[in-house]
């Protein structure tokens, strides 16, 4: 479509991160963004203990709440749409995005079960970085592996702890009471366009990636029946039928990009938006945010980095990639097949460095020179030369999510001395989850399928040091986004396609999306130096990556916190 119809016409974006939402009011002709507000979440990420209680949670818990989303769509999509000075008469579509797998326990009609018994933890929804279920998803994999099931290389031969089926096993196990009635096992993703629309529907990209649809279909009854029997009936509170069909009692499986409804008079009133307007079908954070950076072809490789890194790439060919976090046809792009890898910590590990470790003096010199802790070690680090730290670090604080897909691995800093440093840690954790990123793009060539260009979004754009790490170990140039908002924009992109503003989102990211080209360049001799300490890198990630010593130290300390 021509642009000039689009141009008095505008779409919001927004993106439901970890600790707070965004949304951005974009136009739909070009993509700018004329308006944007955030509302932080008021309880945050839940890792210790429920709200308003003294009910404790166990090691590696992390739930969110309900209510905290329904606040960004009645806080911060008014105040976008006031600051953008728009009339939301022109508002012709909104969509959205989410952390993933976020997912929820709820009602047939959508009620999350934390409403009516918040003194229940499996009630609540368990948040992205919840690897609780580590055990549950290793009994999973051994047996998918042992049966041969088709769908695990799929999913580089091991899905996550982080995922639907990980997650509701261990619900049945420890609270099969809040299981029982859980009518809905639902992605947040979907859940908050039910809440828009008034209508149930789910996505093919969530279903694939974290839900284990492949070719039509989820684990067969018999598979989760050996699992435990009485989790045969699982895929029952999924609710899902075949793609773009309403088969039997489930719901729309729906393709990216299209309407999954129009906005209903209750979220019309939250939002200050038009009853009517065009729901976008809905999304993962990560993946929308290939269109808001024009990177729907095949090859272009989306690092999305900040608390965490998801590498989200189209591509035309099928392959099977070690430790990937998934392929899925059409889980991008409608056409092609769409491959997900990722870091469970990135930003999460250099903000848990600055708050344990850093000593008072660092935090005063910050603040005399008016910064930030992490710029005041980023400027130190930067003065060092390649190797000057004599350190090397395994970037697994979070634990391993590709390509060896175990959230009870452990990070590991080596050659520390008497004589380090904290910039010198701060250096080594940097150039460990570069590292981390040279193995995936590595198993992803390895596997045949070509990673021909690197685009980098997300908040840690925001450091041009630790953008230029990545250059010189990756050895290749970096694109960045043209947008410090890119899940918002590529949510919104998707909603102008949804409202039929554009025929599809290659169309839409082509007018909308933007990315400047080799922003960042490798430098040779830095390069070089680095392929020494990756070197190192990969001997340990080969030595811990079998989690021998480091599960037994987890181990201990459950026990000892238990």
């Not at 008095?8 to 009011?25: C, H, Y």
């Not at 279903?207 to 029952?236: H, M, R, V």
């Not at 897909?405 to 440093?421: E, I, P, W």
Request: hydrophobic share 45%; net charge negative; glycine share 10%.
């Amino acid at each position: 479509m021509e642009s000039h119809v689009n141009a008095n016409k505008f779409v919001v974006g927004v993106d439901f991160g970890t600790l707070s939402g965004r949304a951005v009011v974009v136009r739909v002709s070009d993509g700018a963004e004329l308006g944007s507000a955030v509302h932080e979440y008021a309880h945050g990420v839940i890792e210790r203990e429920l709200p308003g209680s003294d009910v404790r949670l166990g090691p590696d818990w992390a739930l969110q709440s309900p209510q905290d989303w329904i606040d960004v769509l009645r806080v911060a999509v008014p105040a976008a749409v006031a600051a953008a000075g728009v009339s939301p008469a022109d508002v012709i579509g909104i969509g959205t995005d989410f952390t993933a797998c976020t997912v929820l326990p709820a009602t047939a009609d959508g009620t999350p079960l934390c409403f009516e018994t918040p003194e229940l933890p499996h009630a609540w929804p368990k948040l992205w970085k919840h690897h609780a279920a580590q055990p549950h998803a290793d009994r999973i994999n051994a047996l998918a592996a042992r049966r041969g099931e088709s769908w695990l290389p799929r999913y580089g031969g091991k899905i996550s702890s982080e995922w639907e089926f990980a997650k509701a096993l261990q619900v049945l196990e420890e609270d099969p009471g809040t299981y029982e009635r859980a009518e809905r096992w639902i992605e947040a993703a979907d859940w908050i366009v039910w809440q828009l629309t008034g209508v149930e529907s789910r996505n093919i990209c969530t279903a694939g990636y974290k839900g284990i649809f492949q070719d039509g279909g989820y684990p067969s009854e018999d598979f989760l029946a050996e699992l435990n029997p009485a989790f045969a009936g699982f895929t029952g509170k999924l609710a899902t039928g075949q793609v773009g069909e309403d088969a039997g009692k489930g719901v729309r499986l729906a393709a990216l990009g299209a309407p999954a409804g129009t906005l209903s008079a209750r979220a019309a009133a939250w939002t200050g938006l038009p009853e009517g307007v065009a729901v976008a079908v809905g999304n993962v954070d990560a993946h929308v945010t290939a269109a808001a950076a024009d990177a729907v072809a095949p090859g272009r490789m989306v690092a999305i980095m900040g608390t965490s890194t998801c590498h989200i790439m189209p591509s035309d060919r099928l392959a099977e990639v070690p430790g990937m976090c998934g392929v899925v046809r059409d889980g991008i792009v409608p056409g092609l097949w769409g491959y997900e890898a990722g870091q469970s910590a990135v930003g999460d590990i250099f903000a848990w460095f600055v708050d344990a470790f850093v000593p008072a003096a660092y935090t005063r010199r910050a603040a005399e020179q008016g910064v930030s802790v992490h710029a005041h070690l980023t400027a130190l680090a930067a003065e060092q030369a390649v190797g000057q730290h004599g350190l090397v670090a395994l970037d697994w604080f979070g634990g391993n999510r590709s390509v060896l897909v175990d959230h009870n691995l452990s990070g590991v800093v080596l050659g520390q001395t008497l004589a380090t440093r904290p910039e010198d840690v701060y250096r080594a954790l940097i150039e460990a989850t570069a590292y981390g990123a040279r193995t995936i793009v590595e198993t992803f060539e390895k596997s045949g399928v070509p990673v021909e260009e690197f685009v980098v979004a997300g908040g840690l754009l925001k450091n041009p040091f630790l953008m230029q790490v990545y250059a010189d170990v990756l050895r290749r140039p970096l694109s960045v986004i043209g947008s410090d908002q890119g899940p918002a924009l590529g949510s919104a992109i998707h909603a102008a396609v949804a409202a039929g503003a554009y025929d599809d989102i290659q169309a839409a990211a082509a007018a909308m999306g933007k990315r400047t080209e080799a922003a960042y360049v490798p430098d040779e001799a830095r390069a070089d130096a680095y392929d020494r300490l990756y070197a190192e890198y990969r001997d340990l990630h080969e030595h811990f990556g079998d989690g021998k010593a480091l599960h037994r130290l987890r181990a201990i300390r459950n026990e000892a916190r238990a």
